[in-house]
Nanobody, 120 residues
Framework: QVQLVESGGGLVQPGGSLRLSCAAS????????MGWYRQAPGKQRELVAH???????NYADSVKGRFTISRDNTKNTMYLQMNSLKPEDTAVYYC??????????????WGQGTQVTVSS
């Protein structure tokens, strides 16, 4: 019914930048909250950043001042601008969205994940 597709991951040196995108498609009526999560090897999945439908945001303490979450509601797309990347940011990054589908029920969807590796 709804697909979330992430892109933009890759290998970057410490101090570098990447921009992740998450595009939603399918039977979408509207999208409420969206968020980026990450999971490093051997660790639990954690919230990185969250953005409400109205645009208010919050961030994990570990990324405040370095990462910026945004969304384009006209394109059903969310972004994560990541600057000053550190090796500890290495993880698989997942997007999440609370989507109201055309039946007007809300469901929780996840993307397939994109790998971000920060290494010299």
């Amino acid at each position: 019914q709804v697909q979330l597709v992430e892109s933009g991951g890759g290998l970057v040196q410490p101090g570098g930048s990447l921009r992740l995108s998450c595009a939603a498609s399918g039977s979408i009526f509207s999208i409420n909250a969206m968020g980026w999560y990450r999971q490093a090897p051997g660790k639990q999945r954690e919230l990185v950043a969250h953005i409400a439908s109205g645009g208010s945001t919050n961030y994990a303490d570990s990324v405040k001042g370095r990462f910026t979450i945004s969304r384009d509601n006209t394109k059903n797309t969310m972004y994560l601008q990541m600057n000053s990347l550190k090796p500890e940011d290495t993880a698989v990054y997942y997007c999440n969205a609370q989507v109201v589908i055309t039946t007007l029920y809300e469901y929780d969807y996840w993307g397939q994940g994109t790998q971000v590796t920060v290494s010299s």
